[in-house]
């Protein structure tokens, strides 16, 4: 039986030996490989992690002293350790473990934490709670993957810091990047902290010379290190840790076990606030994640566990990919657009619009607050910046997006990469919340494409609007087949592309984005039972352009589809503006509940929520010609 078959229970790894760790540290880094490589998942952050959780695992106790992951992806070695190994089988697929922690899987798992720079803020609260109930509990935040860029991050350590009772041990897991390598003032002060070697280089030359001194050399040097850290304000640019009162130690090898366990169990004792700064190397011990310089393999697909090369049969253009095409072309025209991304440079697509203008990108770490802000500022100097972030990260910064754009009348354009049902990633990356809460934006128009040729013309539109914000949300999914317009209606912010029109239809299908694909299906479906329906894409979903409101008043029936919340969205503001137009036409609107979404593939996820092409022509046969549910299902 091999080590990790014996870890049921962190407190077995206080059993071990040293040397046994590192065997167990190198057994973690074959299952991991081995298995990741097979569902896809966050690998290279966790192949970097091993012995820091291993070690705090060895020195803490969880569930007792809570352990908190920011960001979570990193918590899959943590997971193992805690009794999941066997899980890791279906990792991110419907029924089995998330990609996150999750506190339906265990108690080890204390905050289901998906997105970044929010772990210092629940530590805070955690050990202030403890503290106030009279619980001699430790709390350990895992910091790393640049969590540390967010500035939520540095409000919680001004509130840790003035709390000097708080028993909170702050492990920063410094690989030096997010997705790709950490930036900014902070990011250039640890990366000082990690190569100043003067600290450690006087401090062994003290050392030699006081421990020739008989009887007090000792002495002397332990007390010269117990005062290490005014040693190291003044060789070493970390100052800014102890000036906010925080006691630091480190920076050590955070893949050497021994350093790791002493540093921790050290941070332990001390009756405080201690940050222990842990230098890893994210996709340790994958030689294919380690030489991958874009991101260290941050999240993979299926992938030979040898090589690394994703083992997908074909390759097909995403939406991202076509973003990030039509931003080049831009560029090449466009001298004032410019590009914003908050740590997601080659996930949203900027990675070619950066190589051909980099003066003219922008990555501001993970900080979507000050990204929005900073693009307001770019618009108010006479730029047109384009904010590129995945739609669910923008929900972080909805106030600024208000406030600070719209409230100004600045002309941004924001990107929305991922928008709608993702799936594997759980219910924290779907980016389901967008349209809703944007559309309470006053003066934004938002635009849903349904095809790359219609994401270019939407783009290209949108980097002309100076005056009010500007947005285009899209999938993650595989760009799908141009679908042509048979007519169009309007034109601009107001145009509403025909896709099917039926002579006598009394059903008009309106789809838009990943659904407009579906609506043609469903209305082929409704065909072969003898309802006709036309089918309507508008191209800018909000504000509701005013010919689809007199296209839908036409009809007796209106279906409409989103890959969004339906509060909020298209289908209920269509419906109250036709409340007032043409009050006899009904409506069936279909979208995502207002719930959070186990994670699945995206098309299990469809299916849970009704959002399949034989659910929707089922309820639209059940109400077009009102016939029995058992009648529908049968016919279809």
């Not at 990108?361 to 929005?372: K, S, T």
Request: negative net charge; aromatic residues 6%.
């Amino acid at each position: 039986m091999s080590l990790l078959e014996k870890i049921r229970d962190p407190r077995a790894l206080r059993s071990l030996s040293r040397q046994q760790l590192d065997e167990l540290a190198e057994e973690i880094r074959g299952f991991l490989i081995n298995r990741v490589s097979r569902t896809g998942g966050h690998l290279g952050p966790n192949l970097g992690v091993v012995e820091l959780t291993l070690g705090i695992h060895r020195v803490f106790n969880s569930p007792r002293d809570p352990i908190i992951f920011d960001t979570g992806h990193q918590a899959y070695v943590h997971k193992m350790l805690t009794g999941r190994a066997e899980g890791f089988e279906a990792l991110r697929q419907q029924g089995g473990l998330s990609g996150y922690p999750d506190r339906g899987e265990s108690e080890h798992d204390w905050v289901e934490n998906s997105h970044a720079s929010t772990a210092l803020s629940w530590a805070e609260g955690l050990a202030k709670g403890f503290r106030l109930r009279g619980e001699d509990r430790t709390v350990v935040v895992v910091v790393g993957d640049g969590a540390l860029t967010g500035g939520m991050a540095w409000e919680a350590l001004n509130n840790i810091a003035a709390q000097p009772e708080l028993r909170i041990v702050i492990v920063v897991n410094d690989n030096g990047r997010s997705y790709t390598p950490t930036v900014g003032g902070l990011a250039n002060h640890l990366a000082g902290l990690r190569t100043d070697q003067r600290y450690e280089q006087t401090l062994s030359f003290i050392k030699r010379r006081l421990q020739r001194l008989p009887v007090l050399g000792r002495p002397l040097y332990d007390l010269l290190h117990g005062f290490k850290t005014g040693v190291k304000d003044v060789l070493a640019p970390q100052g800014m840790f102890s000036d906010l009162g925080l006691k630091y130690t480190g920076p050590i090898d955070g893949h050497d076990i021994r350093a790791v366990i002493g540093h921790l169990e050290q941070a332990r004792q001390f009756e405080g606030p201690v940050l222990v700064h842990a230098i890893t190397r994210k996709g340790k011990g994958f030689k294919a994640a380690e030489e991958h310089e874009e991101d260290q393999f941050h999240a993979v697909g299926r992938i030979d566990e040898i090589t690394g090369q994703p083992l997908s049969d074909a390759i097909q253009a995403t939406w991202t990919d076509a973003f990030g095409e039509a931003m080049v072309r831009i560029g090449e025209r466009r001298p004032d657009v410019v590009a914003i991304t908050a740590a997601m440079l080659h996930p949203v697509g900027l990675a070619r619009f950066a190589a051909a203008y980099p003066e003219r990108v922008f990555d501001v770490g993970i900080a979507e607050q000050h990204a929005v802000v900073s693009a307001a500022g770019l618009a108010r100097a006479g730029l047109h910046p384009v904010v590129a972030v995945y739609a669910t990260f923008l929900n972080r910064a909805f106030d600024q997006v208000l406030m600070d754009v719209a409230l100004h009348g600045e002309g941004v354009t924001f990107a929305l990469d991922r928008a709608g049902i993702t799936g594997t990633d759980g219910p924290s990356h779907n980016g389901m919340w967008d349209l809703s809460m944007l559309g309470m934006v006053p003066g934004i128009e938002i635009a849903a494409p349904r095809d790359q040729e219609r994401l270019v013309a939407a783009l290209e539109r949108a980097v002309t609007v100076d005056d009010a914000p500007t947005v285009l949300r899209y999938s993650k999914e595989k760009l799908p087949d141009e679908i042509p317009a048979l007519r169009s209606l309007g034109e601009g912010r107001d145009q509403v592309d025909l896709l099917r029109i039926e002579p006598g239809a009394r059903v008009l299908l309106v789809g838009h984005g990943q659904f407009a694909g579906m609506a043609l299906e469903v209305a082929s479906r409704l065909a072969a039972e003898g309802v006709v329906c036309d089918v309507a894409d508008p191209l800018w979903c909000i504000p509701i352009a005013e010919p689809l409101v007199e296209l839908a008043a036409a009809h007796d029936l209106v279906v409409t589809m989103e890959d969004g919340l339906l509060i909020g969205g298209l289908g209920e503001r269509l419906r109250g503006l036709l409340a007032r137009r043409a009050p006899s036409t009904r409506m069936l609107t279909f979208g995502i509940e207002q719930r959070f979404l186990a994670h699945g593939s995206r098309d299990e996820v469809l299916e849970d929520l009704g959002l399949t092409v034989k659910d929707i022509a089922r309820r639209v046969l059940e109400a077009a010609v009102v016939i029995p549910t058992e009648t529908a299902d049968q016919l279809l």
